[in-house]
């Protein structure tokens, strides 16, 4: 999904009252067409509502640094503000949040006491980002849910509109309309009914929680319960085997999830299928019996999912969860096959001095067996150095070898933009989730 038009806003962010948001919609479409001309297409697709506990994008925002729509998406323009902030603040410009500047990003907004200064960083200077990409394919409203920490017990509401300048078609344009709600995680649960009328009726309802599921918090259970599909990314989960259950039990219930970390490994599947597809190596994939899994140290979603898909194509049964922990976090799971063989699994969170952009991708990986004889060892790998450890374990000149390149697609701007476009259940993720469901229920508190 790439895009090389920016957009044009109809509507910069508007602070109003809650009261007056539709009112305040209908009279920027009304407004423009009047002044312009032309019509402008509104909110026809679906609702896309975003739970953002991160507060670096707000922040941006008020200090006028951000002057897109508060939207939950850090892509290329949150980037960009990003580093305007930084080269402002003296700060190493990096492009990324660091505790130094949303430091000086608070103490600004308290010094300024609300008051308007000059934008830094203007949204057409950089690159479209998926939100960007999301208004020009579909006329959809966007709710941003921004949690804050401040004692004022109220919500403060914004509002804007944008369309991409090239979907001009006669006299009609395509527009996406943005709502921003700010205030405490108590605050925005007390109007969790207004947050859920404010979702377009009878149409698609698309819910991204950047958080881990949480069922004691109302407005959590509010929004599975009005939602058509609920998007997840569970690289970010503090504790994933906790939430990953969570997102297992859910799944039982009947709640139509997706989860931005299962996404991330269908080159890993694809590869791994490809590597016992040929006709001589087909029967190969029963003899595996031993499995390691190398990912980057910091969150173990990734691979455990990776683990439950393969052992529910493969009919294991897990019967032990044993943690080694260490310097890489060793975690050893047993599984039982249909035929009452033992399957050993090892999960190894390898410390990297160059972490990627995600937490927890994998790196490697290597399908072997007990059986010398066994023509099954396979070895995959992210990049070339992924590989070492694995050659290390030796029996490498018997293995398969195959790269996992990089997939430039698979960050999570992409992934979230092909979610948005995805309809119905996904079996494949939900099976593999019942098996990793019960990995996790070995776990030893």
């Keep these: 999904m790439t895009l090389t038009q920016p957009l044009v806003s ?50 941006l925002a008020a200090n006028r640094f951000y002057s897109g729509p508060v939207d939950g998406i850090a892509g290329p323009r949150t980037t960009a503000a990003i580093k305007a902030a930084q080269k402002a603040y003296s700060l190493e ?20 006491n609300g008051q308007e200064k000059n934008p830094a960083y203007s949204p057409d200077l950089a690159s479209a980002g998926i939100a960007d990409a ?13 949690p804050t920490a401040d004692s004022n017990e109220g919500v403060s509401t914004q509002v804007s509109a944008s369309c991409p300048i090239h979907k001009r078609s006669q006299s009609t344009l395509i527009c996406c309309e943005y709502i921003t709600l700010s205030g405490t995680a108590q605050a925005l649960e007390r109007i969790g009914g207004m947050i859920t009328e404010l979702m377009i009726p009878e149409l698609p309802k698309f819910i991204w929680w950047k958080a881990a599921p949480d069922c004691d918090y109302s407005l959590f259970k509010r929004l599975v319960a009005e939602g058509d599909r609920l998007i997840f990314d569970s690289t970010t989960f503090k504790q994933p085997e906790v939430s990953l259950k969570t997102l297992a039990e859910l799944i039982e219930k009947g709640v139509a999830i997706a989860d931005l970390s299962w996404a991330r490994l269908a080159p890993w599947q694809e590869l791994t299928a490809e590597a016992f597809d040929p006709p001589e ?4 994939i029963w003899q595996v019996d031993r499995l390691t899994i190398d990912y980057e140290k910091g969150n ?101 070898f195959r790269q996992v390149t990089d997939v430039s697609d698979q960050n999570t701007e992409q992934l979230l933009g092909r979610q948005l476009q995805r309809w ?18 070995l776990v030893q508190d």
């Design 300 to 400: 173990m979603a990734q691979p455990v999912m990776f683990l439950g898909w393969i052992a529910s194509r493969l009919q294991w049964l897990p019967v032990s969860y044993h943690q080694e922990g260490g310097d890489y976090d060793i975690v050893k799971v047993k599984f039982l096959t249909k035929d009452q063989k033992t399957v050993e699994a090892e999960l190894a969170g390898i410390p990297l001095t160059n972490p990627g952009q995600i937490i927890g991708d994998l790196i490697s990986l290597k399908l072997g067996s007990s059986n010398s004889e066994a023509d099954c060892c396979t070895v995959l790998c992210s990049e070339s150095t992924g590989c070492m450890r694995m050659e290390v374990g030796g029996g490498a000149q018997a293995c398969t």
């Design 134 to 146: 999301i208004a020009a394919s579909n006329p959809c409203r966007i709710i941003t849910l921004c």
């Design 10 to 59: 109809l509507q910069a962010p508007k602070d109003i009252s809650l009261a007056q948001i539709e009112a305040e919609l209908h009279n920027i479409w009304q407004t423009y067409s009047q002044e312009e001309g032309l019509a402008a297409t509104r909110a026809t697709t679906f609702s896309f509502l975003v739970y953002e506990p991160d507060e670096t994008q707000p922040l």
């Design 93 to 112: 410009i990096t492009g990324k949040a660091t505790p130094e500047l949303l430091t000086k990003l608070r103490a600004e907004l308290h010094q300024n």
């Design 281 to 284: 190596r087909r029967d190969a």
């Design 424 to 441: 119905g259940r996904d079996l494949l993720y939900e099976e593999s989730m019942a098996v990793t469901y019960q990995i996790l229920q």
